[in-house]
């Protein structure tokens, strides 16, 4: 059973556009909430992360809404770059950090 | 920059195998991690290890094993290799409890024929 649920499993944008990827979990225990970006023959690299007791984090045009009782996160790419073409991977883990539950990706592709 | 070296870029092994995938890092991180990634199922848990010796099972550790004899050098095992092993293998590391953040190595993309 997958702790974390991704969507979409691939995701095609607009140059200039906006890419919207959705999380949800189950566990409510969940403390931390990252978001893992992975290009092609690369290792994936934290991108951006929140924590429950805020709605909202922006990092230049990446933010994560947080919405607590829906049980749902996302990721907003603002302004979609061709070099923003990944894999994203949404993340949840409990307050000590050993076991992060990934989901199961999704493949963004930013047509120029 | 955190450093997080995998061996072997690729990898073929045949059935039956004793595999050895081996992960080092130059951060002196107390957390080593192996996972397991696979197209829609994402990043797999195997093991863990949170000091040097010590380690704990994670989601999917069946036919597989570790070994931390160094703090910087995690490695994995693949006792009996099968098929249902053909995966990539990510390693990771990070500072124990006060930091959240996971650093990766680049992955070994291991075939079983």
């Known amino acids: 059973q997958q702790q974390v649920k991704q969507s979409p499993q691939s995701l095609i944008v607009q140059k200039g556009g906006i890419s919207i990827i959705n999380c949800a979990y189950e566990n409510t225990a969940f403390d931390y909430f990252p978001w893992y970006q992975q290009f092609p023959g690369k290792g994936p690299a934290l991108l951006i992360a929140i924590r429950p007791d805020v709605s909202e984090k922006k990092e230049g045009r990446f933010t994560i809404s947080f919405n607590k009782s829906a049980k749902q996160f996302s990721l907003h790419i603002m302004d979609s770059q061709p070099g923003d073409s990944a894999t994203y991977f949404c993340a949840a883990s409990l307050y000590n950090f050993n076991k992060f539950y990934f989901g199961s990706g999704t493949k963004l592709n930013v047509k120029p | 920059d955190v450093k997080v070296t995998q061996s072997s870029r690729y990898l073929v092994k045949r059935t039956g195998e004793k595999v050895f995938l081996e992960c080092v890092q130059d951060m002196d991180h107390e957390n080593m991690f192996w996972y397991r990634q696979d197209p829609g199922l994402g990043l797999r848990l195997i093991y863990f290890s949170y000091d040097v010796k010590m380690k704990e099972k994670g989601d999917i550790p069946e036919g597989y094993s570790v070994s931390r004899e160094k703090k910087e050098r995690f490695s994995l095992i693949l006792e009996s290799a099968s098929t249902n092993q053909t995966s990539m293998y990510l390693c990771?590391?990070?500072?124990?409890?006060?930091?959240?953040?996971?650093?990766f190595g680049s992955g070994t993309q291991l075939s079983v024929l």
């Open positions: 990771a590391s990070r500072v124990q409890s006060t930091n959240e953040k996971l650093f």
